[in-house]
C-alpha cells in the first residue's frame, strides 16, 4: 500500500527549552522510522503553509490577528499558562496545518491509499478563538473543513485517541451533523472537558461520543471501547474518510498522564482504524500527531503506525506492557450505549 507521509525539519524553529511539546519529538520519530528502513517506503510530501485566509474556516479573525502580531515579537511569550510561542511559531504551525492538508489531498485524490502527517505544533486543543494545550491551530479540524470544501467530502469522522480530551476539535464541530467526533480520554485530566454527557448541540446532537476513561485503563480497555463504541458508532455514520487525533500519551510510560496502554495495544487500535476504513470508506484514513511525550514511545509508536499502513506484520513494543491491573469500564460503556443507541 502506499502512504502518503509528512516531515519537515522546519518544524523545529518551534520550540522551547524544558517544555514538554518541543523539537525532538519530531526529531525522534524521525530516527525511529529512518531506523526501521520507513522513510523511503513513503509517498513523500513537500509541506506548504496554508493560506491566512483559510484559517478563517475555523478559527476567528481576532485570534488569527493575535497570531499574526506574535511574528512581530522579540523573544517567546505564553498563551494562558502552558502553550508558548515564539516569532517564528505561527509561520511553523501554518506549514504543519498545509502539510496536513497536503496528505489528505494525497489519499482523497487515489494517489495514496492513507497517510500520516508528523507535523507540530499539536491541534486539538486548539478551538476557533484560543490555542491552548499546547496547540496553536487546529490541524484536524482544518484538515476536516478542507475534505469537506475541496474533495466534497459529506461526513468525515474523528477518531481521537490522545489521553486529553480534544475540547477544540469538539467545540468546533459540536453543531455539525456532517462530523462524527469520537474522543477516548483519561477523566479526570486536563482540560477537564469531554464529559460522556457531552454529545453535541442542534443539528449536531449526538455527533460527539465521549468514552472518559478512569485512570489506569490500558490495552483490554481501549480494545473493548472501541469494539463496543466506536466501530458500531462508525458504521451507522458511514463516513467517506477517517481522521485520527494521534496522542501516544496514553501509554504507561508518559509522563503527563496516567493511562496504561502498551505499544502492541496502540497498534491494535490501528489496525481496528485501518480496517474500518477499508470496510466503510475505501481505506481512506490520515493520522495526524498531537501528544506523546516519552521519546522512546513516541518514535516506536509512529514506526508501528507505518507499518500497519504499509501492510507490514511487524511491530516493535520496546517496553512492553504495563505491570498493573485495569479498572472496569463497564459502568461508561453502558452509559455511552445508552446515550448513543449502540446496544
Not at 6 to 25: C, G, K, L, N, W
Not at 62 to 87: H, V
Not at 190 to 205: L, N, R, S, V
Not at 268 to 296: K, M, P
Request: with cysteine.
Amino acid at each position: 500500500m502506499a502512504t502518503a507521509f509528512v516531515i519537515d525539519s522546519r518544524f523545529a524553529a518551534h520550540t522551547m527549552e524544558r517544555h514538554p511539546e518541543y523539537a525532538a519529538r519530531l526529531t525522534m520519530i524521525r530516527a525511529t522510522l529512518e531506523q526501521h528502513g520507513l522513510l523511503e517506503r513513503f509517498t513523500t510530501i513537500n509541506a506548504e503553509p496554508v493560506s491566512e485566509e483559510f484559517l478563517h474556516i475555523v478559527h476567528d479573525a481576532d485570534y488569527l490577528r493575535l497570531l499574526e502580531k506574535t511574528s512581530r515579537m522579540a523573544s517567546p511569550s505564553m498563551l494562558g499558562l502552558d502553550t508558548y510561542i515564539t516569532p517564528q511559531s505561527y509561520e511553523i504551525a501554518r506549514l504543519a496545518v498545509g502539510g496536513v492538508l497536503q496528505v489528505v489531498d494525497a489519499v482523497l485524490t487515489g494517489e495514496t491509499d492513507n497517510g500520516l502527517a508528523a507535523i507540530r505544533p499539536p491541534g486539538h486543543h486548539a478551538t476557533p478563538s484560543m490555542g491552548m494545550g499546547f496547540c496553536l491551530l487546529n490541524n484536524i479540524a482544518l484538515a476536516a473543513r478542507h475534505a469537506q470544501q475541496v474533495h466534497n467530502i459529506e461526513r468525515v469522522l474523528i477518531v481521537d485517541y490522545d489521553v486529553h480530551h480534544g475540547n477544540g476539535t469538539q467545540d468546533i464541530f459540536y453543531d455539525d451533523p456532517t462530523v462524527l467526533y469520537i474522543s477516548t480520554h483519561q477523566s479526570p485530566l486536563y482540560p477537564g472537558t469531554g464529559a460522556i454527557q457531552e454529545t453535541g448541540k442542534g443539528a449536531g446532537k449526538g455527533f460527539t461520543i465521549n468514552a472518559a476513561l478512569p485512570p489506569g485503563v490500558g490495552d483490554q480497555g481501549y480494545a473493548q471501547v472501541f469494539a463496543e463504541i466506536v466501530l458500531p458508532a462508525a458504521r451507522q455514520f458511514e463516513p467517506e474518510v477517517i481522521l485520527v487525533s494521534g496522542g501516544y500519551d496514553a501509554h504507561w510510560a508518559d509522563p503527563l498522564a496516567n493511562m496504561m496502554l502498551s505499544l502492541s495495544g496502540y497498534t491494535h487500535l490501528d489496525r481496528t482504524l485501518l480496517a474500518l476504513a477499508h470496510e466503510l470508506c475505501e481505506g481512506r484514513i490520515v493520522f495526524i500527531l498531537e501528544g506523546g511525550y516519552n521519546l522512546q514511545v513516541l518514535g516506536n509508536a509512529w514506526a508501528n503506525v507505518a507499518h500497519v499502513l504499509l501492510g507490514d506484520t511487524e511491530i516493535d513494543d520496546v517496553l512492553g506492557p504495563a505491570d498493573r491491573s485495569e479498572p472496569s469500564i463497564a459502568q461508561p460503556l453502558n452509559k455511552l450505549k445508552q446515550i448513543h443507541n449502540l446496544t
